[in-house]
């Protein structure tokens, strides 16, 4: 069985900070692959990244940036210098060798005041 | 290139109605997947199906809910007799291909429905 548990169901933060988003899974398939996804206010989803399990080199894309760490099954995603316009639900998922089926955390909500 | 279009945007129905959800996935996608997001929760699987035929429904509720992607037209989720736990917003999503050894694209997803049951 897959899992994703995104811990922080809230955060809130001020423009300008740091903020990292934690992301742990739980899969026993030995190849497999992980996402990030971002829902705005305006209800759709927005690809971010992926990563397969054979790659654990970070990425780092303008201010976004992730962090996989295999030996603690971890895929965690830090935006620098947030802004108002990253508010928005973030949510990791997982999808193993199993085609279909991606399997997702309940998401973190990120707010960023201004 | 449209993206994955789904509609309507908002659907109301009331207790023991018919809902049909529709998506159209991107040009050149052959594989739709569904997923409900219920309030303050994640995206849960509820299908994937390929060109008329569906590969995994282990995510569907056994009763009332049925999805189809025919050779012609959108993929479809119907939910008979809907009830108020029903209410959430309906996602779709498309892919070019399915993942196998070590290769999976990414999804891209349609805007979703909006699914209120009065």
């Known amino acids: 069985a897959q899992k994703v548990t995104q811990a922080q169901t809230e955060i809130s933060v001020v423009e300008k900070e740091d903020v990292t988003l934690d992301c742990v899974y739980e899969?026993?398939?030995?190849?497999?692959?992980l996402f990030w996804y971002k829902q705005p206010p305006s209800g759709e989803l927005v690809f971010l990244i992926r990563?397969?399990?054979?790659?654990?080199q970070n990425e780092i894309s303008g201010r976004y940036s992730w962090n996989f760490q295999k030996s603690t099954s971890s895929f965690n995603f830090t935006i620098t210098a947030s802004q108002v316009v990253d508010s928005a639900v973030y949510f990791c998922a997982l999808r193993g060798t199993n085609a279909g089926k991606s399997t997702f955390g309940d998401g973190t909500t990120l707010t960023v005041k201004p | 290139n449209a993206g994955v279009m789904q509609n309507p945007r908002h659907l109301v129905r009331r207790r023991g109605q018919e809902a049909r959800l529709r998506c159209s996935p991107m040009k050149g996608h052959s594989h739709v997947y569904w997923y409900r997001q219920l309030p303050e929760e994640g995206l849960k699987f509820m299908v994937y199906?390929?060109?008329?035929?569906?590969?995994?429904e282990s995510g569907m509720p056994k009763e009332r809910f049925s999805a189809e992607f025919p050779k012609e037209g959108p993929s479809i989720l119907r939910i008979q007799q809907v009830v108020r736990g029903d209410s959430a917003a309906y996602f779709c999503?498309?892919?070019?291909?399915?993942?196998?050894?070590?290769?999976?694209?990414?999804?891209?997803f349609g805007s979703g429905t909006q699914l209120s049951v009065l």
């Open positions: 990563r397969n399990s054979f790659d654990e």
């Open positions: 899969t026993r398939d030995t190849t497999y692959y």
């Open positions: 999503a498309s892919s070019p291909f399915s993942s196998g050894g070590q290769r999976s694209e990414k999804l891209f």
């Open positions: 199906l390929q060109k008329e035929n569906i590969i995994d």
